[in-house]
């Protein structure tokens, strides 16, 4: 009996991880995807490789976690550390959201890497934003945060409504707050 449970709570805790890790490449990615146009202009992605991974993005169907990493080496340097600090592995759910809600945008007003030399525009866009939706428009929001509007698409929460709250990232909706 007491060992027909310790398998069963061992089938649990490998399927949790396996859940787990589905979704935290989801996560990862619907964050990450939005920097891939930056990536473009500085040459390390190509836009056929930008169109691919687009698909993905609509299709909320992640790549693999080695592509991921690939194609985001500086974030998964960042992602390293913060899993060392943390004591966790690289890809544990607590570390890739500390680093999307808390982490990415600290290293932004640190001004880490290229964020050393880029306008404050691009700093902002570049920051994850928790904003309230004031108008919706097909795929579009119009979001508003701090004193500022943006126009952001909305691929990813079609059902969100008038004066809900989401984060977004760069140019896209993400995720309800609730």
Not at 136 to 146: C, G, P, T
Request: hydrophobic share 35%; charged share 35%; aromatic share 10%.
């Amino acid at each position: 009996m007491q060992e027909t449970k310790k398998k069963t709570k061992n089938k649990l805790i490998l399927l949790t991880k396996s859940i787990n890790n589905k979704t935290t490449e989801k996560y990862f990615f619907k964050y990450a995807f939005p920097c891939a146009q930056v990536k473009i202009r500085r040459g390390t992605l190509t836009v056929e490789e930008y169109n691919n991974l687009r698909k993905l993005f609509l299709e909320n169907n992640p790549p693999d976690k080695e592509t991921l990493e690939k194609i985001f080496p500086p974030a998964f340097k960042r992602i390293k550390k913060l899993a060392d600090k943390m004591n966790k592995e690289v890809w544990d759910p607590e570390v890739i959201k500390e680093y999307w809600t808390k982490e990415h945008n600290r290293l932004i007003d640190n001004k880490d890497g290229m964020y050393a030399e880029a306008s404050e525009t691009l700093k902002d866009l570049c920051k994850i934003h928790e904003a309230e939706v004031i108008e919706k428009k097909a795929n579009k929001l119009l979001v508003k945060y701090d004193d500022k509007k943006r126009a952001v698409f909305n691929f990813l929460i079609p059902d969100i409504n008038i004066r809900d709250k989401v984060t977004i990232h760069y140019a896209h909706a993400i995720e309800k707050v609730n």
